[in-house]
């Protein structure tokens, strides 16, 4: 505030202008000054102090990335060493993960070209979530401290240990606004933000083998220097230590639509491309997770912010990955595919290492992973019945009442293997119970609850019940994302639901080939409950 052009130079000189206006007021109404008079010159006194609140305003509320916390700090830190050299804050994990196997998952949607709405079909998504209730109602957790407990099921951003750690050293102090004045520092100034990228396995920048598509990254959330971030980030609980936070994949003080620690990729446009995607996911993509500029558009651009220098940073990743671990069958077999298109199991790395280090099986993570089979929704109606409900409408829990059942074609001739049992879910199956370490589990229902993160009800209906397994895209699903090559909705076109179809003669068909009809596609949930 010193610095403004207005005359003034420091609050006490304020506050005795002010009190002179008083005075001199009084005076004046006293000794009858007429009232025009009398308001121009308040007005004239109190321009002043208007423009000195304005700049005091604007250097304490901005948003960091535009210089005004960065200035609340500047004297003290620009010339001082400890807030130069100290280590970057922040580390984020994901505990979700999906694969959708869709052929046409990427490909252009014109209701999406001016819509804030995202796409309800992928390839991969991934966020980050508080799965504490989940662990407790499975029991995996019962008897871990509250400290391991958090550091299992909540995933997301926090700020790293060595950080809190090297401000306690080097200020003799750990109190939060010692904090929040080195993090001011550290990411006022950065254009950095969170992405999930896919990358190889083998990662070698020099050999121009850091990737498969280049392109396969995304940002989640805004640049670290938002205010509002770092002002939530100081907000998080702090675990036994000082020194350990909670992580958090929510924030609440951002907009709206930037709260939530989640995003997609999409690269499948047709059967040829999801055929390559799905051997790439197989044998060398891993999912990971760290830090590029703003908007990056390349896997190049990642960085290791703790790095000193361009060769620091050729092979090291900071942050976790997440390499798929693929099969030919899912949910006790109900689903099978010769080309392992059914996402199993999760295997964590630490990315800081070349080759990355496997750490779940050290860190005795648990995850739980299954199958929907994608189901058109002109493909689950009933055809003999008048109202063309879905089948077995209302016939909840009836086992005779599933699977896969032929259709008509041209001319009404029978197609076999191209529609599919997908009811809706009814109360008595979200409340049946499997047990699970000794205690009854409502599978059923924690898997629609982990499924809906994903697959949110606007975009999709799910039955997760084990006589099914499937998903149906709702109509305004379908006009904000596209899953099959063949068409969602275009009843000419079938979709052969069994991979190998037995026709009555006893020969098979199987989906996809010789102009056989296309293959079903699937989508695979992972989360961690361990």
């Not at 976790?320 to 295997?347: C, H, K, T, W």
């Not at 990355?356 to 995850?367: D, K, V």
Request: aromatic residues 10%; contains cysteine; positive net charge.
């Amino acid at each position: 505030m010193g610095d403004a052009t207005s005359g003034f130079t420091t609050i006490a000189e304020i506050k005795v202008r002010l009190r002179q206006i008083r005075r001199w007021s009084l005076l004046q109404i006293m000794s009858g000054i007429g009232r025009k008079r009398f308001v121009f010159s308040l007005l004239l006194f109190s321009l002043p102090l208007v423009f000195v609140f304005q700049n005091c305003g604007k250097a304490g509320f901005d948003s960091v990335s535009s210089g005004g916390l960065t200035g609340l700090v500047a004297s003290s830190s620009s010339h001082d060493v400890r807030f130069k050299q100290a280590p970057f804050p922040l580390d984020f994990n994901v505990n979700q993960i999906a694969y959708m196997s869709c052929p046409a998952a990427a490909q252009r949607n014109r209701a999406l070209e001016n819509s804030l709405l995202p796409r309800s079909t992928f390839n991969v998504r991934a966020g980050s979530y508080d799965n504490l209730n989940i662990a407790e109602q499975i029991g995996s957790i019962s008897s871990l401290s509250d400290l391991e407990k958090s550091r299992r099921t909540q995933a997301g951003i926090t700020i790293r240990p060595e950080f809190v750690r090297y401000v306690e050293d080097k200020f003799k102090r750990a109190d939060l606004s010692i904090q929040k004045e080195v993090l001011i520092s550290s990411l006022g100034g950065s254009s950095l933000q969170p992405h999930l990228a896919l990358v190889n396995f083998e990662r070698s920048r020099m050999e121009g083998g850091f990737g498969w598509d280049y392109t396969l990254i995304r940002s989640v959330l805004p640049p670290v220097s938002h205010r509002r971030f770092i002002e939530d980030l100081i907000a998080l609980p702090v675990l036994q230590s000082p020194s350990l936070r909670r992580r958090s994949g929510f924030f609440s003080r951002l907009d709206p639509s930037q709260r939530s620690l989640v995003t997609s990729l999409s690269w499948t446009k047709n059967e040829v491309d999801a055929r390559q995607f799905l051997r790439e996911l197989r044998n060398n993509l891993v999912l990971v997770t760290g830090f590029a500029p703003e908007e990056s558009k390349s896997i190049l651009e990642l960085v290791d912010p703790s790095a000193r220098s361009t060769a620091d940073n050729v092979n090291r990743l900071l942050g976790r990955g997440y390499q798929f671990l693929m099969s030919s069958s899912a949910n006790n077999n109900l689903f099978s595919a010769p080309d392992s298109r059914f996402l199993v199991g999760i295997e964590e790395l630490d990315m800081s290492t070349k080759p990355p280090t496997p750490i779940t099986a050290q860190e005795g993570q648990g995850w739980d992973c299954f199958s929907l089979i994608i189901v058109r929704h002109i493909d689950r109606t009933d055809l003999n019945d008048p109202l063309r409900r879905p089948y077995c409408a209302g016939m909840f829990n009836d086992p005779t009442c599933r699977g896969i059942r032929n259709g008509r074609g041209q001319n009404n001739a029978e197609v076999f293997g191209v529609r599919y049992v997908c009811p809706s879910q009814g109360i008595n199956s979200l409340n049946q119970a499997v047990t699970i370490n000794g205690r009854p589990v409502y599978l059923n229902r924690i898997r629609l609850e982990v499924a809906r993160r994903f697959l949110p009800p606007e975009y999709w209906e799910i039955n997760t019940d084990p006589l099914h397994m499937c998903a149906v895209l709702t109509e305004l699903g379908e006009q904000y994302g596209r899953c099959y090559a063949s068409g969602d909705t275009d009843e000419k076109a079938f979709i052969q639901y069994s991979i190998n179809q037995v026709l009555p003669n006893g020969s098979i068909v199987s989906c996809g080939t010789n102009g056989a009809n296309e293959c079903p596609s699937f989508v695979s949930i992972c989360y961690r409950y361990q």
